[in-house]
């Protein structure tokens, strides 16, 4: 099933580390960010849950949860998170799933074209679930991305979006190319200059359909 925004992000249960998860409970009124790997005990993905564990406080000042898949069990989880903890000297403290049946994996169209996958599959067998959603609150898609297998993810630019999703979301706003917090936005088309300017103060015009204010506070 293709997945695009503004989709409804399907609901699942399924086991974790921190017990069962019913997807769009667990959500309840927050953002919420679905990531997942191919396999534990890997480096590039060792590497990139050390990211978010350092970055979980970040993600708590969003209003924002985490959710790591895997196609791995809980038991293998909970001894792998002991290596993410030593190697980014930040505890896991994120919720990892049980994708050993792969329902999250299909359910979110995670699998290469090729996928393979018999018992013992090794982790190139799943080697493009290396995919990252972002959620939000009325359980919409707001974002999607997906690695291959040799390209670790940028955390930090993950975490870039998420703060332009909530800069824009519900606002006649969008961000411009290689925005950070504190810059300014566009405005969107569907305001003239009158409107944009009673709504969000002083306008600065580059040309007449790209138009910069001050990003509203939060």
């Known amino acids: 099933m293709s997945l695009r925004i503004n989709d409804v992000a399907p609901n699942f249960t399924a086991d974790s580390t921190a017990g069962t998860v019913c997807l769009h409970d667990w959500i309840g009124d927050s953002y919420a960010i679905l990531f997942?790997?191919?396999?534990?005990?890997?480096?590039?993905?060792?590497?990139?849950?050390?990211?978010?564990?350092?970055?979980v406080p970040?993600?708590?000042?969003?209003?924002?949860?985490v959710l790591g898949v895997s196609v791995d069990n809980v038991d293998?989880?909970?001894?792998?998170?002991?290596?993410?903890?030593?190697?980014?000297?930040?505890?896991?403290?994120?919720?990892?799933?049980?994708?050993?049946?792969?329902?999250?994996?299909?359910?979110?169209?995670?699998?290469?074209a090729d996928?393979?996958?018999?018992?013992?599959?090794t982790?190139?067998?799943?080697?493009?679930?290396?995919?990252?959603?972002?959620?939000?609150?009325?359980?919409?898609?707001?974002?999607?991305?997906?690695?291959?297998?040799s390209v670790g993810r940028n955390f930090a630019e993950i975490l870039r979006a998420l703060d332009a999703i909530q800069a824009t979301d519900g606002k006649p706003l969008a961000t411009p190319a290689n925005w950070i917090p504190g810059q300014d936005v566009i405005v969107g088309l569907a305001l003239n200059d009158e409107q944009a300017k009673a709504q969000?103060?002083?306008?600065?015009?580059?040309?007449?359909?790209?138009?910069?204010?001050?990003?509203p506070a939060k």
């Open 36 to 55: 997942s790997h191919p396999k534990d005990f890997t480096p590039v993905c060792t590497t990139e849950f050390g990211a978010v564990a350092q970055l």
């Open 58 to 65: 970040e993600f708590h000042k969003r209003n924002t949860k």
């Open 76 to 112: 293998e989880h909970q001894k792998w998170k002991k290596d993410i903890a030593a190697f980014a000297g930040a505890p896991a403290d994120f919720p990892i799933i049980d994708d050993t049946s792969l329902l999250v994996s299909k359910l979110y169209d995670m699998l290469p």
């Open 123 to 149: 982790p190139a067998n799943t080697a493009t679930v290396r995919t990252v959603f972002i959620i939000g609150p009325d359980k919409k898609l707001r974002l999607t991305m997906s690695y291959p297998m």
């Open 200 to 215: 969000f103060g002083e306008i600065d015009i580059k040309l007449p359909y790209l138009r910069f204010v001050k990003a």
């Open 115 to 121: 996928a393979y996958l018999p018992d013992g599959r």
